[in-house]
């Protein structure tokens, strides 16, 4: 099994916090993983994105032209990397900040998820990554929903841990999202 999954959105979404998530919730399961973040030279605003790999075998490269999945946060990374998913793959959306319908594929899957309003009803608008990385653990398999949660602890900070309660709400709304 090899699963690999880019997440885009606006610096400030927390892309590299679910992808270093998911790269922790995977070796906590004794698997190979790969994690490359990218983003742009501003912080809050610019691009962010980062690949994650993980399989039950070596991984040769960190680098994916067609990755199995995609989580758009925002408009302009669905635009940039829906052309990228592999045929019969998944792509994610945030549809708080992009309208259903957006997609011109007819080979792939789309998870359709209002991340933000989710997020918000949890307690804020920032906890949208959380919701959407839980619809991708749900529909994926790729780690297990108790893994990704327990990976928490490694990414969130001391002074934030007060805050882990919400995020595992928004993760376990983000999984019911795409289940139900």
Known sequence: M?????MAGFGGQGILLIGNMLAYAALEEKKYVTY??????????????????ISDEPIGSPIVGKPD???AMNLPSFRKFESWVKPGGSLFL???????GSGTRDDVSFYPVPAGE???EVGHVRLANMVLIGAYVAVTGVVSKDSLIH?????I??????FIPQNIKAIKLGARQVNS
């Open 94 to 100: 945030n549809t708080s900040l992009i309208p259903e």
């Open 36 to 53: 490359m973040p990218s983003y742009g030279v501003e912080m809050r605003g610019g691009t962010a994105n980062c690949t994650v790999v």
């Open 151 to 155: 990976s928490l602890s490694k990414v």
């Open 118 to 120: 989710i997020a918000t």
């Open 69 to 71: 999945s995609v989580i």
């Open 2 to 6: 090899i699963n690999s999954v880019i």
């Open 157 to 162: 900070s001391e002074r934030n841990a007060r």
